[in-house]
Structure formats: structure tokens, C-alpha cells
């Protein structure tokens, strides 16, 4: 066998493999032994590099960063659906189709709809060549190498179906998966993921594609776009595509009439909760593509399909007991502890209680009997009660007064829902927390320490705030339990390394209530350094703008707490950056003052995010989206036809990116 041949017999059968395993869910390999193939695949490839192809096995591993994504405009405009809720919307809107049709001769496919993030992936000649998210509908962000990295997506299709065409799946992260992500997470002191989807779709533009490999992604896939006449019916199209490779769930069903239609829906909406991912709703689709043609699309929607929600689930379980949770800025959260019950295919016993007042409006009393239901959240939340069941010796709940874990009174803010320890320094959950969000990526990024080896060194006294991180031996690190040199070693040299980490992060990670990341950033250019900050009073930082009395109030008490003064001094003296550096401040100018500008397209000189940096360093404002006040808009290749419209509409000045990049110079 030839080198060349040998390297396609590996990724034919690496291929296999991955479609037996990833979309028939049925190992025909070891994982080793996999791995094996892989390897000496790979080895080929390095030698052999004149056989290079960007769909083989090899390239779903990850290893390239994207640190921008091109916005590409759709070729197809990516549609949004109309939603219903009843049998009788169902019926309005077959009445609907048939009226434009002219007949009463509909078939129709029911789907799942499943509940991710929307992807248009495009193949030509059998390739696959591009993914883009569905973004506005008429243009997405590519992210192509991120999506070759979910093993159940075919790069090349070898079978017979048509040569040219768009699939359109949703991007999804099934229910385990995304458990045991959320597992590990809380191991290492990060917060949990909030919901699937939202992770789903998070994953996608994430900049490192190694980390998209290693998340349990999946991709199911519900239309084929093409002008290849081949197929007659939308089921017809599927069902070819589920045999050349794609994951096209078995779920998909013909239905006769609307009265077929309702039975997959009940069906559904009580045996969803046995499926391994989310789905909300059923989507019904006319069945033969001709008439699909016929009925077109509104401003918003295909005429020929239609969404129908499924109400969110409900049941009541007895209230047990209210207990409140600290977050790191002393934040209580009250968790309403339950009998446990089975919602929505999972076992219910906690729900959140959000606040003070919310358990007063919904006059929440401990033995009652409560609604719990489960929306897009995976923590479930108590609607209402039921008061045909209040026990008759029941009490009003008197919300906490003092903290459960420091037992310092309570306070609470006027215009704020929650309840603070203002503990800051003493309570253990904050003090914690607080180093836990230092330390974290979006902060100061430090490397070989984590969540749990906070607490321990807090635990064992070595650290009570996150000035002390920078006073750590090794060998003081090095007793403590499960701690080798080696990464002993490594967490003083990640502390030693964040030095470098520039002043806006700093500012975030220092972890003044209400300043989050974007926040933190415009103080920092605003400011320029932690001193010019904690001397400014409540008028000037109001004037800065997005700066508001909330935020203000909280960096005022902030800057007046004598323990907050003294940690920033020690900061300083480790040699944290509290200023922004001079190189940075160079960049800087007032030349756009006052201006607003929209970014759209494809830049050539420099990217998206440089261009938007540009503006912002030189003191004009960036705005997603266009309005009377937009000054300007840099429009690059391919900018969206409905921006170009809009703002051809207000009149507003389009220059090009060389225009822009004069106009600072
Ligand atoms: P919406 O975002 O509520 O307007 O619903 C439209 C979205 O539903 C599409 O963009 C798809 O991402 C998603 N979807 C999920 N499952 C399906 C399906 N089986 N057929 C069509 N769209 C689906
Ligand atoms: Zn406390």
C-alpha cells in the first residue's frame, strides 16, 4: 500500500468508527485502540504532508485558537418560527396553508424541537466546507473548527445525496453530559452552568477549539437546503440524510392530519423527560417541498412551519424548610429545602426562593404546600401556593436576621432585593469566594491553583484575603495534604505570574460588588489607576458614563473601608498592576469623543474586535446596534443587507475600515 492509500484507509475507518460510536451509539472500537489509529494517522499525516485535508479524523481533536470569528452572511437567511400553544392554533394555521395551497391535501412531519444553539453547516462537492451560528438570521459568526470538533458531524460524504447543500441542526449538550460539566466545575470552586442550552451555545465561541473538543457537544440535524431537486418530501430529504451520516433523530414522524399531528404531541409532552437532551416544543412541518415553495416566508418566518410550546412543567411538594445561602460579596440567597418529588424527569428537592420580598409577595410559610416549576433553568422556582393546604397553626416566615455562618446581623440597602453579611473579612463563605474569584480566569488567571486548594489554605490559616496570595512560601504550601512539590511550585509561580495581568482585570478581580468585567473596564480607562478611583466621589463617578448610583454607592464603600484600603496597599507593594500601564495609555487619544459607532462585516487591516478596541481608545463609543444616535458606521465585506438599509434609512455616515483607520491617524 502506498502511503497515500494507507492514510485513507485509516481515516475511512477512523471515520466509521466515529459515526458508529458518536451517531449509531454503538462502539465498533476500543477507545485505545482508537487511539492507536489515530496516532499513527497522525504520524502519516506529519510525514506526509502533501495529503493534507482539512476534514480528516485528525482535525477534530481541537488545537486551534480563533481569536476572532468572521461574520458571514447567510446564503439562505436563517429563519426564526412562529409559535403556538393549543390545538386550536394548530388548526388556525392549517387552515392557513391549506387556504394558500388552495387544498386540503397536507401532510405534515413532526419534529422535536430541540433546544441548543441553531447551526448552518455548509458542504460542497460532499465536504464539509463552513459552520455558521445563526446569529440575526441573515449573517452568523463562523465557527467552523470548533464544530469539527463533535465527532457525530460528517466532514465528508462518500454515499449518494445531493453534492451541494446546507444542513441546519441545533447544537445541544444532552442532559448528562452537561451534569457531569457541572460536576467537575463545583469541584474546582467555578460556579455551575446555568441551563444546556446557554452552554450549548457558549461553547461555540469559545476561542480554543482543544476546549470545545473536550465538551460532550452533540449536533442533531432537522433540514437540508439545496437547490439539487432530488427530493420530493422534507421527511424523504432527512431520512437520506440520516443514511449517508448525519444525525438525524428517529423521532421524526408523518402525520395525515392535525389529529396525528396532536398525538405525537402528547405523546411528547409526557415521555420528553426520557430523551437525553432538552426540548421544548414540537415543530410541525408541511411534509411536501413543492407546496413548502408555494407558501413561503413572512417578514419572520416560514409559512410552512410551525412551533408548538410545550407548557412548562408544574407539580406541589411540601415546603420543609427555608435556609439561606452567602455568595462571595455576602449576598444571602434563601433555598426553599423540599419533599422531595419528580419534576421534569429529575428529582426535586431544593428550589430558589430569590429574596426577601418574593417570599413575602407569594406569602411563602415553611409547611406549606407549593407549585414548583421547571422553565429554561435547571434550578426549579416555586410560583405560587397552595392555600386550600396551609397547615392552620401556620407562621409568617420572618426572613433571616443574622448570618448562618458568621452570625453577624443582616443588611439590606434601600432599592436592593438582597440581604448582605457585611462581614466581609470574617465570614468564612466570602472570605473564599472572594480569593475564588481573584484567582479566576476572566481575573487574575492564575494557574495551578483552585477553587478547592482556596479553601484549604484558608482552612489552614495560611490565607484570609487574596493580598496574602502573594505572601505564600512553597514551603508552607508544600505540608499541606495531597500537595506535591511540583505543584506546589507551580501555584507560587501562577501567583508570581499574575503580576503581569493587566489593571482592568485587576480592578474586576478585586471583586467590588456590581463591578463585573465590562464594568471594571470602562473605570479603568476612565480612571487609570486604583488611586485616582477610590478618591473620586459619588458626582464624578456618576459623570462617567454607564456609571450609575448603584454602581457608584458600592465603589464609595468600597474605597472608604479602612480593610479594603490596607489590602490594595499591599497589593501594590507586591507588585500588582493598580494603574494602567504606559504602553497602553500611548494608544490613547480623545480624537473620537462623543461618537458613536456601529462595526459591521469583514475587515482586512485588522480585526473586528481591534477595530471596536480602536474606538473605544480613542474615546468613542461602540454600539451593536444602529439608531438615530449613531454617528458613524465602519462597514467592512459583507456587511448585513438589513443594516446597510437601516442606515441608509436614518442617513448615517458608512465609511470604510481605511477611511476609519485615517480618520485616527
Ligand atoms: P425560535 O428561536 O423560537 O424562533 O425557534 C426557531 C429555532 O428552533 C430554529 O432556529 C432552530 O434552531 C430551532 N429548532 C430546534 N429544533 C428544530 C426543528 N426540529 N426544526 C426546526 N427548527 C428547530
Ligand atoms: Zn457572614
Given at each position: 500500500m502506498?502511503?497515500?492509500?494507507?492514510?485513507?484507509?485509516?481515516r475511512?475507518?477512523?471515520?466509521?468508527?466515529?459515526?458508529n460510536?458518536?451517531?449509531?451509539d454503538?462502539?465498533s472500537?476500543?477507545d485505545y485502540?482508537?487511539?492507536?489509529?489515530?496516532?499513527?494517522?497522525?504520524?502519516?499525516?506529519?510525514e506526509?504532508?502533501e495529503?493534507f485535508d482539512p476534514?480528516?479524523?485528525?482535525?477534530r481533536v481541537?488545537?486551534?485558537?480563533?481569536?476572532?470569528?468572521?461574520t458571514?452572511?447567510?446564503?439562505n437567511?436563517?429563519?426564526?418560527?412562529d409559535?403556538?400553544?393549543s390545538?386550536?392554533?394548530?388548526l388556525d394555521?392549517?387552515?392557513r396553508v391549506?387556504?394558500?395551497?388552495?387544498?386540503?391535501?397536507?401532510?405534515?412531519?413532526?419534529e422535536l424541537?430541540?433546544?441548543?444553539a441553531?447551526?448552518?453547516?455548509?458542504?460542497q462537492?460532499?465536504?464539509?466546507?463552513?459552520?455558521?451560528?445563526?446569529?440575526d438570521g441573515?449573517?452568523?459568526?463562523?465557527?467552523?473548527n470548533n464544530?469539527?470538533?463533535?465527532r457525530s458531524?460528517?466532514?465528508?460524504?462518500k454515499e449518494?445525496?445531493?453534492s451541494?447543500?446546507e444542513?441546519r441542526?441545533?447544537?445541544?449538550?444532552?442532559i448528562?453530559?452537561?451534569?457531569?460539566?457541572?460536576?467537575e466545575?463545583?469541584?474546582n470552586g467555578?460556579?455551575?452552568?446555568?441551563?444546556?442550552?446557554?452552554t450549548?451555545?457558549?461553547?461555540?465561541?469559545?476561542?480554543?477549539?482543544?476546549e470545545?473538543?473536550?465538551?460532550?457537544?452533540?449536533?442533531l440535524?432537522?433540514?437540508v437546503v439545496?437547490?439539487?431537486r432530488?427530493?420530493?418530501?422534507h421527511?424523504?430529504?432527512?431520512e437520506?440524510?440520516?443514511?449517508?451520516?448525519f444525525?438525524v433523530?428517529?423521532?421524526?414522524?408523518?402525520?395525515?392530519?392535525?389529529?396525528e399531528?396532536?398525538?405525537?404531541?402528547?405523546?411528547?409532552?409526557?415521555?420528553r423527560?426520557?430523551l437525553?437532551?432538552?426540548?421544548?416544543g414540537?415543530v410541525?412541518?408541511?411534509?411536501n417541498?413543492?407546496?413548502?415553495?408555494e407558501l413561503g416566508?413572512?417578514s419572520?418566518a416560514?409559512r410552512?412551519?410551525?412551533?408548538?410550546?410545550?407548557k412548562?412543567e408544574?407539580?406541589?411538594t411540601?415546603?420543609?424548610?427555608i435556609?439561606y445561602?452567602?455568595?462571595?460579596?455576602?449576598?444571602?440567597?434563601?433555598v426553599?429545602n423540599?419533599?422531595?418529588?419528580?419534576?421534569?424527569?429529575?428529582?426535586?428537592k431544593?428550589?430558589?426562593?430569590?429574596n426577601?420580598?418574593?417570599?413575602?409577595?407569594?406569602?411563602?410559610?415553611?409547611?406549606?404546600?407549593?407549585?414548583v416549576?421547571?422553565?429554561?433553568?435547571?434550578?426549579p422556582?416555586?410560583i405560587?401556593?397552595?392555600?386550600?393546604?396551609?397547615?392552620?397553626?401556620?407562621?409568617?416566615?420572618?426572613?433571616?436576621?443574622?448570618?448562618p455562618?458568621?452570625?453577624?446581623e443582616?443588611?439590606?440597602?434601600?432599592?436592593?432585593?438582597k440581604?448582605?453579611?457585611p462581614?466581609?473579612?470574617?465570614c468564612?463563605?466570602?472570605?473564599?469566594?472572594?480569593?475564588?474569584?481573584?484567582i479566576?480566569r476572566?481575573?487574575m488567571?492564575?494557574?495551578?491553583l483552585?477553587g478547592?486548594?482556596?479553601?484549604?489554605?484558608?482552612?489552614?490559616?495560611?490565607i484570609?484575603?487574596?493580598?496574602?496570595?502573594?505572601?505564600?512560601?512553597?514551603?508552607q504550601?508544600?505540608p499541606?495534604?495531597?500537595?506535591a512539590?511540583?505543584?506546589?511550585?507551580?501555584?507560587i509561580?501562577?501567583?508570581?505570574?499574575s503580576?503581569e495581568i493587566?489593571?482592568?482585570?485587576v480592578l474586576?478581580a478585586?471583586?467590588i460588588?456590581?463591578?463585573g468585567e465590562?464594568?471594571?473596564?470602562?473605570?479603568a480607562?476612565?480612571?487609570?489607576?486604583?488611586?485616582?478611583l477610590m478618591?473620586?466621589?459619588?458626582?464624578?463617578?456618576i459623570?462617567?458614563?454607564?456609571?450609575?448610583?448603584?454602581?457608584?454607592?458600592?465603589?464609595i464603600?468600597?474605597?472608604?473601608n479602612?480593610?479594603n484600603?490596607?489590602?490594595i496597599n499591599r497589593?501594590?507593594?507586591?507588585?500588582v498592576q493598580?494603574e494602567?500601564?504606559?504602553e497602553?495609555?500611548?494608544?490613547?487619544?480623545?480624537?473620537l469623543?462623543g461618537?458613536i459607532?456601529?462595526?459591521?462585516?469583514?475587515?482586512h487591516?485588522?480585526?473586528?474586535?481591534?477595530?471596536?478596541?480602536?474606538?473605544e481608545?480613542?474615546?468613542g463609543?461602540?454600539?451593536s446596534s444602529?439608531?438615530?444616535?449613531t454617528?458613524?458606521i465602519v462597514?467592512?465585506d459583507?456587511?448585513?443587507?438589513?443594516?446597510?438599509?437601516?442606515?441608509e434609512?436614518?442617513?448615517?455616515?458608512?465609511i470604510?475600515?481605511?477611511?476609519?483607520?485615517?480618520?485616527?491617524?
Amino acid at each position: 500500500m502506498t502511503n497515500q492509500q494507507k492514510i485513507q484507509s485509516l481515516r475511512d475507518e477512523l471515520n466509521t468508527h466515529n459515526y458508529n460510536y458518536y451517531v449509531l451509539d454503538n462502539a465498533s472500537i476500543s477507545d485505545y485502540d482508537f487511539d492507536v489509529k489515530l496516532k499513527e494517522l497522525e504520524k502519516l499525516e506529519k510525514e506526509n504532508p502533501e495529503f493534507f485535508d482539512p476534514n480528516s479524523p485528525t482535525q477534530r481533536v481541537g488545537g486551534s485558537i480563533t481569536k476572532n470569528f468572521e461574520t458571514v452572511v447567510h446564503k439562505n437567511r436563517m429563519y426564526s418560527l412562529d409559535n403556538s400553544y393549543s390545538k386550536e392554533d394548530l388548526l388556525d394555521w392549517e387552515k392557513r396553508v391549506q387556504k394558500v395551497l388552495g387544498t386540503t391535501e397536507t401532510e405534515y412531519t413532526c419534529e422535536l424541537k430541540f433546544d441548543g444553539a441553531s447551526i448552518n453547516l455548509t458542504y460542497q462537492n460532499g465536504q464539509f466546507v463552513k459552520a455558521v451560528t445563526r446569529g440575526d438570521g441573515f449573517q452568523g459568526d463562523e465557527v467552523t473548527n470548533n464544530i469539527k470538533t463533535i465527532r457525530s458531524i460528517p466532514l465528508s460524504i462518500k454515499e449518494d445525496f445531493v453534492s451541494n447543500f446546507e444542513m441546519r441542526g441545533e447544537i445541544i449538550l444532552p442532559i448528562d453530559g452537561f451534569n457531569k460539566m457541572n460536576e467537575e466545575r463545583v469541584e474546582n470552586g467555578e460556579e455551575a452552568y446555568r441551563n444546556p442550552r446557554n452552554t450549548a451555545s457558549g461553547s461555540l465561541k469559545l476561542q480554543d477549539s482543544t476546549e470545545v473538543a473536550k465538551r460532550p457537544l452533540d449536533c442533531l440535524l432537522y433540514q437540508v437546503v439545496t437547490e439539487e431537486r432530488k427530493y420530493k418530501t422534507h421527511f424523504e430529504s432527512l431520512e437520506n440524510a440520516r443514511k449517508v451520516g448525519f444525525k438525524v433523530p428517529e423521532t421524526i414522524t408523518l402525520a395525515k392530519s392535525i389529529d396525528e399531528v396532536f398525538e405525537f404531541v402528547n405523546h411528547w409532552d409526557t415521555h420528553r423527560h426520557d430523551l437525553p437532551y432538552e426540548t421544548d416544543g414540537i415543530v410541525i412541518k408541511v411534509n411536501n417541498l413543492q407546496q413548502q415553495e408555494e407558501l413561503g416566508y413572512t417578514s419572520k418566518a416560514p409559512r410552512w412551519a410551525i412551533a408548538y410550546k410545550f407548557k412548562a412543567e408544574q407539580v406541589s411538594t411540601k415546603l420543609n424548610e427555608i435556609t439561606y445561602q452567602v455568595g462571595r460579596t455576602g449576598a444571602i440567597t434563601p433555598v426553599a429545602n423540599l419533599e422531595p418529588v419528580q419534576l421534569a424527569g429529575t428529582t426535586v428537592k431544593r428550589a430558589s426562593l430569590h429574596n426577601a420580598d418574593q417570599i413575602a409577595k407569594l406569602d411563602i410559610r415553611v409547611g406549606d404546600t407549593v407549585f414548583v416549576e421547571k422553565g429554561g433553568e435547571i434550578i426549579p422556582k416555586i410560583i405560587a401556593v397552595d392555600f386550600a393546604k396551609r397547615p392552620k397553626n401556620s407562621e409568617h416566615t420572618i426572613y433571616a436576621t443574622h448570618c448562618p455562618e458568621c452570625n453577624t446581623e443582616l443588611v439590606r440597602t434601600e432599592g436592593d432585593a438582597k440581604h448582605y453579611c457585611p462581614n466581609e473579612f470574617g465570614c468564612a463563605p466570602q472570605i473564599t469566594g472572594r480569593i475564588q474569584h481573584f484567582i479566576s480566569r476572566k481575573a487574575m488567571d492564575i494557574d495551578g491553583l483552585g477553587g478547592e486548594t482556596v479553601d484549604l489554605l484558608r482552612k489552614e490559616g495560611l490565607i484570609t484575603n487574596y493580598a496574602d496570595l502573594y505572601d505564600l512560601k512553597v514551603e508552607q504550601v508544600i505540608p499541606l495534604e495531597r500537595m506535591a512539590e511540583k505543584s506546589a511550585q507551580n501555584m507560587i509561580e501562577g501567583i508570581e505570574k499574575s503580576k503581569e495581568i493587566p489593571f482592568e482585570k485587576v480592578l474586576f478581580a478585586l471583586g467590588i460588588r456590581f463591578v463585573g468585567e465590562t464594568v471594571a473596564k470602562k473605570l479603568a480607562k476612565h480612571f487609570k489607576s486604583i488611586d485616582n478611583l477610590m478618591v473620586a466621589d459619588f458626582e464624578t463617578l456618576i459623570a462617567v458614563d454607564e456609571i450609575g448610583d448603584r454602581i457608584a454607592q458600592s465603589i464609595i464603600d468600597f474605597s472608604s473601608n479602612l480593610g479594603n484600603i490596607q489590602l490594595i496597599n499591599r497589593l501594590k507593594a507586591s507588585g500588582v498592576q493598580l494603574e494602567v500601564s504606559a504602553e497602553s495609555l500611548e494608544n490613547q487619544t480623545n480624537k473620537l469623543e462623543g461618537q458613536i459607532f456601529v462595526v459591521s462585516g469583514v475587515f482586512h487591516q485588522m480585526s473586528r474586535n481591534e477595530l471596536k478596541k480602536a474606538i473605544e481608545d480613542n474615546g468613542g463609543k461602540v454600539s451593536s446596534s444602529i439608531s438615530k444616535k449613531t454617528n458613524f458606521i465602519v462597514a467592512g465585506d459583507n456587511m448585513g443587507p438589513s443594516k446597510l438599509a437601516k442606515a441608509e434609512n436614518l442617513g448615517i455616515a458608512i465609511i470604510s475600515e481605511q477611511d476609519f483607520i485615517d480618520k485616527i491617524s
